[in-house]
């Protein structure tokens, strides 16, 4: 017998000072059964932190290999913009790059993972992927207060991260980072 996906109803207040976008945000999210929690919240976090006019989830769901989680599409649906989550592989990477004019990355892996993971072949334009990497401590203190349906305050002001459920705040930082390794990062290795 096969595992359906569960159902989480997530609704999200958006208040993103760095970007000046402020917005409820009600989220239907199919969670299949091989994602993890902080997968999902890693994703949920990626489209909110994203939120634009045009951006959606993936038809094909996770389990898709030819489609982003996440991306962004103008009203002809032209891909604008292609928005991964955790630790895709370079080919993967290169084939985003290839396929959207921007791309970005949220992930909890250390940098120097993504990093040697983005070396081990080419990726076409791999200087312009913006990674966003979220702090894996903070994705799980998160994941110990959501349900499958819960209310969210997401807040991010200066590289913060601010996510309040049931009166808890919840802060972490979003440093933004290269896939591609500064010659000091190259010596540490």
Same mark, same amino acid.
């Given at each position: 017998? /096969?595992?359906?996906?569960?159902?989480?109803?997530?609704?999200?207040?958006?208040?993103?000072?760095?970007?000046?976008?402020?917005?409820?945000?009600?989220?239907? *999210?199919?969670?299949?059964?091989?994602?993890?929690?902080?997968?999902?919240?890693?994703?949920?976090?990626?489209?909110?932190?994203?939120?634009?006019?045009?951006?959606?989830?993936?038809?094909?769901?996770?389990?898709?290999?030819?489609?982003?989680?996440?991306?962004?599409?103008?009203?002809?649906?032209?891909?604008?913009?292609?928005?991964?989550? $955790?630790?895709?592989?370079?080919?993967?990477?290169?084939?985003?790059?290839?396929?959207?004019?921007?791309?970005?990355?949220?992930?909890?892996?250390?940098? /120097?993972?993504?990093?040697?993971?983005?070396?081990?072949?080419?990726?076409?334009?791999?200087?312009?992927?913006?990674?966003?990497?979220?702090?894996?401590?903070?994705?799980? /203190?998160?994941?110990?207060?959501?349900?499958?349906?819960?209310?969210?305050?997401?807040?991010?002001?200066?590289? *913060?991260?601010?996510?309040?459920?049931? $009166?808890?705040?919840?802060?972490?930082?979003?440093?933004?980072?290269?896939?591609?390794?500064?010659?000091?990062?190259?010596?540490?290795?």
């Amino acid at each position: 017998m /096969a595992l359906t996906a569960t159902m989480m109803h997530w609704r999200v207040e958006l208040a993103d000072v760095d970007r000046g976008v402020y917005t409820p945000i009600d989220l239907r *999210l199919a969670r299949h059964p091989s994602e993890s929690m902080r997968y999902l919240i890693t994703r949920t976090l990626a489209y909110c932190l994203c939120f634009t006019e045009g951006i959606g989830f993936s038809k094909g769901g996770i389990s898709s290999t030819d489609e982003p989680p996440i991306c962004v599409r103008d009203p002809t649906g032209l891909l604008l913009e292609w928005i991964d989550v $955790g630790v895709p592989s370079a080919e993967r990477l290169h084939r985003a790059t290839r396929a959207a004019p921007r791309v970005s990355l949220f992930s909890h892996a250390p940098l /120097a993972q993504l990093q040697r993971e983005a070396a081990s072949q080419r990726i076409h334009k791999v200087e312009s992927i913006t990674v966003w990497r979220i702090e894996a401590s903070f994705l799980d /203190a998160v994941e110990a207060r959501v349900g499958r349906n819960t209310k969210i305050e997401l807040m991010r002001n200066d590289g *913060l991260l601010y996510v309040t459920i049931e $009166g808890v705040t919840i802060e972490g930082a979003l440093t933004r980072g290269s896939l591609v390794a500064s010659g000091d990062e190259l010596t540490r290795r």
